[in-house]
C-alpha cells in the first residue's frame, strides 16, 4: 500500500520570496511535483520586493518531507529560514501539566488547603479510609502504566520512548472523559517488579490502565493484578481493542444480514490483543473461529503449543478450530465470512480475500500498515475496516477506554469482567443507528459526542449490576456523608 501524505508527518517552513506574480504558484508547483500537499500558505511580511511566507505542507515520511525542502530550495530567489516539524513541535515539552483546582491567594487559602487544615483531612481518612475517593484525586484519577517492551508497533523501546504515548493516552482521558490520568513508565520489565510496583502506588488510583506491555507477561501481569488490588485493571491492548472489534462487527455483520453464530471467522494474530478479542468473540456467541500466526493454524497438536510451552497459544487453540485444520492463513480464508487480523503488514493480497465467502467481512487492523490493503479488500469484501484514520471504519481503542473508565469510576468499581466489556461493545454498536449504518459506517467517529457518556452509562449500569450481585464495591461514601467534620457549619456545631 503506497503512503499517503499525512499531517502526521507536516512540516512548516519560512520562505523569503522575490515579490513577482509567479513566484507563490512556482513553489506551490514544486511541492505539489514532490508528491507534497500544500495545507497552509500564509504571508506574515510584505515589501515592495519580497515576501515572508509560511508554507505547511504533509509529507509521507521523513525522507519525503527532505525532498520537499529541496525541491522548494529550486524556485528561483528563495530564502529558506526556519523549517519545523509540527507533530515535534505538538511535542514541545511534553503534552501535559499539573494545576491546582483551588486558588492560594493568601494564608487563609494556604492554611485551608495544606498546614494546619490539611491535618484534620488526613485523620480522616486514616479513620475512614473510604474518604479518600471523595476527599482526594484519588476518586478521578487513572495511572497508565507501561513498561515499555510493546510501544504501538514499533517494538520494545523501553520506558522514556514510550512516555509520549503514555502522555497521549492521558490527554484523551481528559478529552473525552474528563479523568485525569497520569502516565507511569517503569524502568523494568520483570513481572514481579512491575506488579509489586503498580500495587505500590495504587493508593492514589482510582483504576489501572496497563498499556504497551508484551505478551505473555501482559497475561500474568494484568491476571495478578485484577486478583491482588481493589480498583479496576484494564489492559486496553487487550480490551480495548476488543471491544471496538466486536461492536464493528455487530454493526458489519447487520450490514451484511449474517448472525455471529452461523459466520466462519479467521484471525490472524495469538497475541495479546488477538486472544481477548477471541475471548470477547466467544463470549458473545462465535462459534466457528479459527485463529493463524507466524507459524501457521492454531491446533492442540502444533508441536508448540502441544508443548505446553505458550497456555495463551494452547487455551486459542483448545475453544477453537473444531475441525482441526491444519496449514496456513491464506488456507483458513477459504470461504470465511470474516477476517480479522491483528498482526503484520502486507501478509494478505485483494487475491486472498477473493477466496473469502460472499459479502465477505474484512478487519485489517495492523496499524499503521494493515494486513491486506484496504483499497484491494474492498475489491472483494462488502465491509473493509482499519486501525487507520485515513480510511472509513477506523477500529481505534479511543471510541471505548475513557468511556470504559468513566463508567467504572462512576460506579466506584472494583474489578471489570467481560459482562462490562460486552455491555461497552453493545453500546458503541448502539451509536450507529440503523438508518446511519451502511458499508462505510459501521462505527462512530471518535469525536462522536454520544460515544463517551453512551458506553460510559452501559458500563456503570453492567458495573453496578455485578456488584448487587456480590462482587465488592469501593467502600465510597455519599457525596453528603463522610467524617461529620467534613459537613460541619461555619462556626461548628
Not at 35 to 60: E, M, Q
Not at 168 to 195: M, N, S, V
Not at 359 to 380: G, K, L, S, T
Amino acid at each position: 500500500m503506497a503512503a499517503i501524505p499525512s499531517v502526521s508527518n507536516s512540516i512548516t517552513a519560512r520562505l523569503i520570496l522575490p515579490a513577482r506574480a509567479t513566484a507563490v504558484s512556482e513553489l506551490t508547483g514544486v511541492i505539489e511535483k514532490s508528491g507534497g500537499l500544500v495545507t497552509g500558505l500564509d504571508v506574515t511580511a510584505s515589501g515592495h520586493d519580497r515576501l515572508r511566507i509560511d508554507v505547511t505542507v504533509a509529507a509521507r515520511d521523513t525522507a519525503h518531507a527532505d525532498e520537499i525542502v529541496d525541491a522548494m530550495r529550486t524556485v528561483h530567489g528563495v530564502e529558506l529560514g526556519k523549517v519545523s516539524d509540527r507533530t515535534f513541535l505538538v511535542h514541545l515539552g511534553g503534552k501535559l501539566k499539573i494545576e491546582s483546582k483551588v486558588p492560594i491567594r493568601n494564608r487563609d487559602d494556604l492554611s485551608l488547603i495544606y498546614t494546619p487544615g490539611v491535618a484534620r483531612i488526613c485523620t480522616a481518612i486514616a479513620e475512614n479510609p473510604g474518604d479518600a475517593r471523595r476527599l482526594t484525586i484519588k476518586r478521578n484519577t487513572v495511572a497508565v502504566v507501561t513498561d515499555g517492551s510493546a510501544v504501538l508497533g514499533l517494538g520494545n523501546l523501553g520506558p522514556l520512548a514510550a512516555l509520549p504515548v503514555m502522555e497521549g493516552k492521558a490527554a484523551l482521558f481528559k478529552r473525552f472523559a474528563d479523568i485525569d490520568a497520569f502516565p507511569i513508565c517503569l524502568d523494568t520489565q520483570d513481572t514481579e517488579e512491575i506488579i509489586k510496583t503498580v500495587k505500590a502506588i495504587s493508593p492514589v488510583f482510582a483504576g489501572i490502565n496497563l498499556e504497551d506491555i508484551s505478551a505473555p507477561r501482559c497475561f500474568e501481569i494484568e491476571a495478578r493484578l485484577r486478583e491482588e488490588l481493589d480498583i479496576p485493571v484494564f489492559h486496553d491492548d487487550q480490551h480495548g481493542t476488543a471491544i471496538v472489534a466486536l461492536a464493528a462487527l455487530t454493526n458489519a455483520l447487520r450490514v451484511v444480514k449474517k448472525d455471529l453464530r452461523d459466520v466462519r471467522i479467521v484471525m490472524s494474530g495469538a497475541g495479546a490483543a488477538g486472544t481477548a478479542i477471541l475471548k470477547l468473540f466467544l463470549k458473545a456467541g462465535a462459534a466457528n473461529v479459527i485463529v493463524a500466526d507466524h507459524n501457521g493454524i492454531l491446533h492442540p497438536d502444533r508441536e508448540d503449543i502441544a508443548s505446553g510451552e505458550h497456555p495463551s497459544l494452547l487455551w486459542s487453540a483448545t475453544h477453537t478450530n473444531a475441525g482441526r485444520m491444519k496449514g496456513t492463513l491464506r488456507e483458513a480464508l477459504v470461504g470465511a465470512d470474516v477476517f480479522v487480523g491483528v498482526s503484520a503488514p502486507h501478509i494478505l493480497t485483494g487475491d486472498d480475500i477473493a477466496t473469502m465467502n460472499d459479502d465477505a467481512i474484512v478487519f485489517a487492523m495492523a496499524n499503521p500498515e494493515p494486513e491486506v490493503d484496504p483499497m484491494a479488500a474492498a475489491q472483494h469484501a462488502t465491509v473493509v475496516a482499519t486501525g487507520r484514520s485515513d480510511f472509513a471504519n477506523q477500529i481505534n481503542n479511543v471510541l471505548v477506554f475513557p468511556g470504559v473508565f468513566r463508567g467504572l469510576l462512576d460506579a466506584h468499581s472494583t474489578s471489570v469482567d467481560e459482562d462490562v466489556m460486552l455491555a461497552a461493545a453493545e453500546a458503541l454498536a448502539a451509536v450507529v443507528h440503523p438508518d446511519e449504518l451502511n458499508p462505510a459506517y459501521i462505527i462512530p467517529s471518535v469525536f462522536h459526542p454520544d460515544v463517551t457518556k453512551v458506553v460510559a452509562a452501559a458500563v456503570r449500569a453492567a458495573a453496578e449490576k455485578h456488584a448487587a450481585q456480590g462482587a465488592p464495591r469501593a467502600d465510597e461514601p455519599p457525596v453528603d456523608g463522610g467524617h461529620p467534620d467534613a459537613m460541619l457549619p461555619v462556626g461548628g456545631a
